[in-house]
């Protein structure tokens, strides 16, 4: 049996750092964050623990969450809020933090939750909307921002595919509907081409490649119970086959 080869490459994934090594039986991207950067990073992805607001993947480079927010003009807080977060009172949280600035710089976790708690009005901390804490939306829409996740992602499921042998699976577990819906839309144009025969029965013709699972897979309650960090998890599987 051949020798198993092992190697690792401190990149991103969307600089392809294996292409020389393709094509490839399987690709798995487990997305996001790991609960050690969570856990023991203290670069402030957590709204949860006073750390310093970091957020970066990769400390070596980048600009900090806290560079984001002292330099960025309001319309730019409010663009990356509402698309990255779907924070409804985006406005109002980067008005308050450009505000605050002019005092203080905002470089500590406490800081930036304070900000997003005063900014969201009582009803709604009852019901809908803060149904989760209302700092969650902020911290996952600068955590993306920082680390250009969506960028990145974007530029894998359009090339990963293609480095697959024929036979060879892309599975992608995604954690929230913005990473999800751009997976889906990538696997749905590779598995259906568009029927371009106006006389043909149906409006697509299979790709080179097929969806695995229709509309993916996510965890058993009784996954969620052992692993609540599993609870928005969807995985998606892409096959080549031909
Ligand atoms: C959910 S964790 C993976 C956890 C791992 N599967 C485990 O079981 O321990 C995702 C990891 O991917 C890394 N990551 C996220 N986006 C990346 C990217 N564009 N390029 C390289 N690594 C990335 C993160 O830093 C994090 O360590």
Redesign the pocket.
């Known amino acids: 049996m051949g020798e198993k080869v092992h190697s690792y490459s401190h990149?991103?994934?969307?600089e392809m750092p294996f292409h020389k090594d393709s094509p490839f039986g399987f690709i798995f991207l487990?997305?996001?964050?790991?609960?050690?950067?969570f856990d023991y990073f203290s670069r402030g992805f957590s709204f949860r623990y006073d750390e310093e607001l970091d957020m970066r993947?990769?400390a070596s480079k980048g600009k900090s969450a806290a560079d984001v927010l002292a330099k960025l003009p309001e319309d730019a807080l409010v663009k990356i809020f509402f698309d990255y977060g779907e924070e409804k009172f985006a406005r109002r949280i980067a008005r308050q933090i450009v505000e605050t600035r002019k005092e203080n710089p905002i470089t500590k976790t406490p800081e930036l939750v304070k900000i997003c708690e005063k900014n969201y009005p009582p009803k709604y901390k009852a019901k809908g909307h803060a149904q989760k804490h209302p700092a969650t939306r902020v911290f996952q829409a600068l955590r993306i921002y920082v680390?250009r996740?969506l960028e990145?992602?974007e530029k894998?499921v359009e090339f990963f595919p293609h480095e697959l042998c024929v036979g060879g699976r892309f599975a992608v577990i995604t954690f929230h509907s913005l990473e999800d819906r751009l997976v889906k839309r990538a696997f749905r144009s590779l598995s259906q081409i568009a029927q371009v025969d106006p006389h043909a029965k149906s409006n697509f013709i299979q790709g080179n490649f097929r969806e695995v699972y229709s509309g993916g897979i996510t965890p058993s309650v009784e996954e969620i119970k052992q692993n609540p960090r599993a609870r928005s998890a969807r995985l998606r599987v892409l096959e080549r086959i031909r």
Not at 11 to 14: E, G, L, Q
């Open positions: 990149a991103n994934f969307s487990d997305l996001g964050i790991s609960s050690a950067h993947m990769d680390n996740e990145h992602l894998a």
